[in-house]
């Protein structure tokens, strides 16, 4: 015990170099790390509560089992780090991300792990979205070579990263990668405006000579909403008239229910 309370205050704790190291049962609590190595360094079972790191390196780092409750980081470089149940803010590393996106979205997966582990499932569900965008600007760097580093892909690379990055992009449009129910009531409260307008402009016919396209406009809402609730609540002559609306309608309706047991899935399920 008195090796884990005292290990880095005896063994330094400003510009030291740890690199390449197994630390374990080591305690740093309420120190000030500036300017360390910890790169490549396996850290277990250590206790770092209230600690403060400037300008440290984590390249590499494997960090397992280690409590950094209430510490910050600032400038530290976690490109490569990997994290297991270890009790840390998540926060306070997405403040010291990478710039590199596929290095932010591997950390970000490692940390959401972490997370998920940890029981935090609030945090688990942010960082996906975190990750996936992350990967998303891989791809978009990948398939427009943004800069030389990603010279090194082939043509058939670049095809493959386009339609990743169109479906990333599709998904946290339409569902945010499956964690947000409240994008999903926007596209239902869309789809009901939309074709609620068809209909009520549908029953107008002149719109020149007919008067009445505010209130068969209102009417062409309210029997969206009915359809997305149950065609069987919708008059069957107005149905006939409008069968591809009210068709559009009640496969949108089967879709977006799927998706929204989905969401509910993975934003609550533990």
């Known amino acids: 015990m008195n090796n884990q309370k005292d290990y880095f205050s005896t063994n ?19 120190l000030s790390f500036i300017g360390c190595n910890f790169s490549y360094c396996f850290l ?19 960090i397992s089992y280690c409590n950094f409750r209430s510490s910050t980081f600032s ?8 994290f297991e149940t270890t009790i840390i803010s998540e926060n306070e590393i997405i403040q010291n991300l990478p710039y590199e996106p ?39 760097n990948v398939y427009r070579s943004s800069s030389s580093y990603y010279n090194k892909y082939s043509f058939r690379d670049k ?41 009520g402009i ?3 016919g002149d719109l020149i000579v007919k ?20 065609l069987g609540l919708v008059n069957s002559t107005i149905i006939e008239r409008h069968r591809t609306v009210f068709g559009i309608l009640v496969a949108a309706r089967t879709t977006i229910l799927g998706l929204f047991i989905t969401v509910i899935y993975r934003r609550y399920a533990r």
């Open 12 to 30: 330094g704790f400003s510009a030291k170099d740890y690199s390449n190291q197994h630390i374990e049962d080591a305690g740093g609590k309420g």
């Open 44 to 62: 277990e079972r250590c206790y770092f509560h209230n600690a403060k790191f400037e300008r440290c390196s984590f390249i590499g780092t494997r």
């Open 75 to 82: 400038n530290c470089d976690f490109s490569y780090a990997t």
């Open 102 to 140: 596929n290095k932010r979205r591997d950390l970000i997966r490692s940390l959401r792990m972490n997370s998920s582990a940890m029981g935090n499932q609030a945090a688990t569900n942010g960082l996906l979205s975190l990750e996936l965008k992350a990967s998303a600007q891989h791809h978009y």
């Open 159 to 199: 095809v493959s990263s386009f339609f990743s990055y169109i479906g990333l992009q599709l998904e946290d449009k339409i569902w945010g990668y499956g964690i947000s129910p409240i994008r999903l009531f926007k596209w239902i409260l869309l789809i009901i405006t939309i074709s609620g307008i068809i209909i």
């Open 202 to 204: 549908g029953e107008s």
């Open 211 to 230: 008067s009445n396209l505010p209130k068969n406009i209102f009417d062409g809402l309210s029997n969206s909403t009915l359809a997305i609730l149950d």
